[in-house]
């Protein structure tokens, strides 16, 4: 199975701020790299597919980057309706796709 | 507008079997993969299951395989996960996700969610 980790596992930041989560493959995935992005009580919400493809309806401040085993997602100017639960999720071995851990967003 | 509404989540005893629904709406469901995938108290979210568009491909999780089983009835836009011979550790919010599949495979939209708890 391939392994999926996030860094950091959670931080703390600011109206304004610029925010950057890093997601590492076990194994070289190519593109096939998706985020999302999850709300206390609700379902994930997808942001970013294919490494840095912004789905339709998502801010432009949100942005993804990366090839083969080393990923970032990045909100250029943290708002406060983007605090919540980021997750990476590889499809390079589709159906059987792995998610990260998850990185918490929180108010500083 | 699409989409996904799960049911039949509830507190079953260990041993037992619960069978969870997805109701599908605003899209061509039979055109569509579909997954469930689980996400117990506080932790992260984990894969349980696929199915084909026409529902005669299918996959589970390891941590599944042998007790739950996918089924979809594309005349009435609806995805099914029987659960059998549940334990504790598969209490989560369960949801259903349609798959995109181009070239990169994807969820979304992804159902509310429902809980299922296993205890005595």
């Known amino acids: 199975d391939i392994q999926m980790t996030q860094s950091p596992s959670s931080l703390s930041a600011s109206v304004g701020d610029r925010v950057t989560i890093t997601c590492r493959a076990s194994?070289?995935?190519?593109?096939?790299l998706n985020w999302y992005q999850q709300k206390p009580g609700k379902a994930p919400k997808l942001l970013i597919y294919a490494a840095s493809s912004l789905q339709s309806g998502v801010p432009s401040r949100f942005s993804g980057s990366g090839s083969g085993t080393d990923f970032t997602l990045t909100i250029s100017s943290l708002q406060p309706e983007d605090f919540a639960t980021y997750y990476c999720?590889?499809?390079?071995?589709?159906?059987?796709?792995?998610f990260g851990p998850g990185t918490k967003v929180d108010i500083k | 507008e699409v989409q996904l509404v799960e049911s039949g989540g509830g507190l079953v005893q260990p041993g037992g079997s619960l069978r969870l629904s997805c109701a599908a709406s605003g899209f061509t469901f039979s055109s569509y993969e579909m997954n469930w995938v689980r996400q117990a108290p506080g932790k992260g979210l984990e894969w349980v299951s696929y199915i084909s568009s026409s529902g005669s491909t299918i996959y589970y999780a390891d941590s599944v395989k042998g007790r739950f089983t996918i089924s979809r009835d594309n005349a009435k836009n609806s995805l099914y996960l029987q659960m059998n011979s549940l334990r504790a550790e598969d209490t989560a919010v369960y949801y259903c996700?349609?798959?995109?599949?181009?070239?990169?495979?994807?969820?979304?939209?992804w159902g509310q969610g429902t809980l299922v708890t296993v205890s005595s």
């Open positions: 996700a349609r798959g995109i599949a181009v070239a990169v495979n994807w969820f979304d939209p």
């Open positions: 194994q070289s995935i190519s593109s096939y």
């Open positions: 999720q590889q499809s390079y071995s589709t159906p059987r796709i792995t």
